[in-house]
């Protein structure tokens, strides 16, 4: 049975500064920014790092640590990732890259995905063993590379060898060990992932246990529902578990439900320098919109998937942080040599000189000299933020 630490007879109260504080501490947004430990310490700390298909200021694994270090390599960044057995992808709050440390935390998704149907895809007798072998004998291959990933038809339909592989990931028999091109490069686990981490052996309780710990320190301080959801796990899980973690119980001025509190979080005052910067919509600090609401007042919606005429803020409106706080979005796009803010949203003046040192900063990362503001609905506020930019 896990020790726990000696819970309070009472939660401990914080104010609303402190928990935004410490939130952004914990996700690596308040204090000096420990460049030494690089991207793989940003990884190891957040515990996931979301992947998604959409490019346009650069994907949304090379936005976290970028928003969290500043204008480190987007080649050293997928180097951090991939190079050596550091990471592995897997399914957490989504497709997400992991820690390497993390696989045996999944051991109770694997057994999941191994004892359900599997999707509506009819896989033929011997599709799955031939993967294997094929890989087993040529080394990491990518779909194409196996056989083909789609059948000629309709995009959305895979082919027998792509049905295959991928089963053999959610079973932990296969890894993708790194994106080439976009695609996924795969890997037998028993190669990818080292001896004394491939294994199974913790119960699915265990498993549970410390991922729940690990969301709560990443995230600083939670609800329930914020805690569970950063795995992707069920609230009855975190039920389960709780009392036999160290995790804290604490009220949130203005929040309607129990939280709990990373006890290290609690044992220090956050304090240092506020980041500014633009964040991917994907970024663990805000992909929890209710989250994001409670903690900055400010209400966020991807509308990438909404039809444009009903856009409001944009395609891929990335959210400022600034001085703490969540002070505006940016649609970005990129021309040339020049980075197009397409659509531009303020919370006010105040929020012009940090929407306008996450632009410049951004631009130069990218390898963009000008910026160009297009879209602002209030027209002072556009002379002011284009003024800022020169």
């Not at 033929?124 to 779909?143: N, S």
């Not at 975190?238 to 990373?262: C, M, N, R």
């Not at 900055?296 to 909404?306: D, P, S, W």
Request: with cysteine; proline share 6%.
């Amino acid at each position: 049975m896990p020790t726990t630490a000696p819970q309070p007879t009472s939660p401990i109260a914080l104010s609303a500064a402190e928990a935004r504080r410490i939130a952004l501490r914990a996700q690596g947004f308040l204090g000096a920014p420990n460049r030494a430990a690089g991207v793989r310490g940003v990884l190891r700390h957040l515990g996931a790092v979301q992947l998604d298909t959409i490019s346009v200021l650069a994907r949304s694994h090379e936005l976290i640590p970028y928003a969290r270090l500043g204008a480190v390599g987007r080649k050293k960044v997928e180097q951090a990732y991939w190079t050596g057995t550091h990471a592995f992808e897997y399914w957490s709050h989504a497709a997400c890259i992991l820690p390497i440390e993390e696989w045996p935390h999944f051991a109770f998704r694997r057994r999941a995905y191994r004892n359900r149907p599997h999707w509506n895809h009819h896989l033929p007798d011997g599709a799955y063993d031939q993967v294997i072998k094929q890989l087993r004998a040529e080394g990491p291959l990518t779909a194409t590379e196996l056989g083909g990933a789609k059948n000629k038809g309709e995009w959305w339909d895979w082919s027998d060898s792509k049905v295959a592989v991928e089963r053999a990931l959610m079973y932990g028999e296969v890894v993708c060990v790194e994106r080439r091109g976009w695609k996924r490069v795969y890997d037998l686990a028993e190669r990818a992932i080292p001896a004394e981490l491939l294994h199974d052996d913790l119960d699915d309780k265990e498993c549970v246990r410390r991922l729940i710990v690990q969301a709560g320190q990443a995230l600083g301080v939670g609800t329930r529902s914020d805690i569970a959801d950063y795995h992707r796990l069920k609230n009855e899980q975190f039920d389960a578990v709780i009392e036999e973690t160290d995790l804290v119980p604490v009220t949130v001025e203005g929040w309607a439900k129990p939280a709990w509190a990373d006890p290290a979080a609690l044992a220090s005052t956050p304090r240092g320098r506020h980041r500014t910067t633009l964040l991917s919509p994907f970024d663990s600090l805000v992909w929890e919109r209710a989250r994001a609401e409670r903690i900055f007042g400010f209400t966020h919606r991807l509308e990438a998937y909404v039809p444009k005429p009903k856009r409001i803020h944009g395609y891929f409106a990335m959210p400022v942080l600034a001085g703490g706080q969540l002070v505006g979005r940016v649609d970005p796009a990129r021309e040339g040599t020049t980075l197009v803010a397409r659509q531009v949203s303020l919370d006010g003046p105040k929020a012009v000189p940090g929407v306008a040192q996450a632009l410049l900063e951004a631009a130069s990362w990218v390898g963009c000299d000008s910026v160009r503001v297009e879209r602002m609905a209030d027209a002072a506020l556009k002379q002011d933020l284009v003024r800022a930019l020169d």
